[in-house]
């Protein structure tokens, strides 16, 4: 099951960090972007050149020291459909390297388009009658808004392709209390969004006790993780919020459980960009990558 | 404002239908996807040219009889980057042929990744320091459930860009209920989202008194829609869940004002899939498209 080989490979490489491939062409290495626009000019095509070479270099650099990664559909999405390609690829590359691939899009919407989007990223769509993966992603991350019947069609791929969820509880985000917090009947709004996702997971639990459908908590909200920790027995969580957003190593050890499992903690410009900071100057931007790659590891394992 | 053109176009056609581009291969007419595959084969460009010579007929068809369209970018983006690709000539495609068009993304991120996906959509992306619009859709749907931290990008692009949101307030399927209809101090879930959209549009309103900033709200639910309806009095409403879904024209009239105005009314299947059925049997699908949506515009009009 997905959600083993995930909690295996961390185990293997004492590592919860997930890598959130964000990339902003402005955290690409100038000798990237110039060739790229030698090649190809302003354009989206050199974009896609310039975010998969400079992407190649991060994977390469940390798929021995981390077990997953995390590419933000957004940051390609921005660039039209040369930027979807190049997400696509970079799902490929990631797998290909023997990386987990968390396929961050916060899809949803009512079933029967939720399927779309389920084929289109955890299965297999039907192209005049032929079925084909568009994508191979591990684990998406999705939104339950629209509530339980927007969530099979993602289930039902689940259970056909192996594949597992990340859906949002809590986000990291400030505002996210605006909705997520609000109380029903003496429950916070994620308490029960985390009753429903425990329950949609209890189908999908493998050998370490944890579920293939996990959840969104935010580093940025201890108290509500060690709430939902407690609530969530089954549940494995995806957190952002590290670094940059402002979460520190003390701050994610309440989403862990007693064997400093059940969750592993996204770190995107801390990793992709570090060798713009001070700390990591005069690495490559791969070497610097590693390099704190390995740093969170030591911050995160002494924390746990 | 943008919200205006919608309106006067309303006005102009007799008409508060928006036509779903919401393609599946099975909908498209043997000769186009044959065509396509001796073209291309059993490939996604292949996909790519049977849905945009299937939507450019449509579009053709029913450009002067309804005032927009909504394509939903799942069933596009199934079909991976080249679906990505003919969604976004399809939205072109549209808006040269005079029609407004409502891109049904349902993106929703922190604010950070919020401002990538509203750059993609209705706003601008800097490739190399040179500003491009990769989509150019007037209005796009989104989720609500961050908070509102998250929308903040998204307005920043309709104040910059005259542009137009459909926030999700009560959507058209069954389990819509479960987060949606939950009761916050006296008051449903889906009232409150609506207090935040209220808000949101206040600086948005047009010569109509209704703002660019508007709310999905299901045609299956009447009774919300009236409540929402008096609730939300310069909140324009995307009405899904007519025709295919169950909802009928009278439950459609609790979502406009006294003027029978205040929403837009979405119908895919029963439009773009018309011909397949016995009562437009004979047509071509474009023929039955255009007969469906004047159909659809009489349904409507006895209704308000």
Redesign the interface.
Known sequence: MIIDRLIDRIIELKNPTVVGL?PR?DYIPEDI?KDA?NRYG???I??KYALLAYNRGIIDAICDVVPAVKP?V??Y?????????A??QTVSYAKAAGLIVIGDI??????S??E??S??HIGE??????K?A??DTDFITI????????IEPFLKNCKDFDKGLFI?VK??????????D????GKH?YE??GE?VEKWGADFRGQHGYSSIGAVVGATHPEVAAKLRAQMPHTFFLV?GYGA?GGGAADIAASFDKNGLGAIVNNSRGIIAAYKTEKYKGMTYAEAARAAALDMKEDLGQAL
Chains 1, 2 share one sequence.
């Open positions: 964000d062409i972007t626009q302003n354009t989206s050199a974009v933000q957004a940051f999405e921005q660039f039209g459909a040369e930027g979807m390609d997400y696509f916060k899809r949803s919407d009512i079933a388009t939720a779309a989007y084929d289109a769509t039907d192209v005049f009658g032929q084909m568009f994508s939104n339950p808004f629209l509530g339980a019947d927007s949002l986000t990291s985000n400030k505002g996210s209390g605006d909705f997520q609000l109380i029903v009947d709004l029960i969004c429903y952002p957003q």
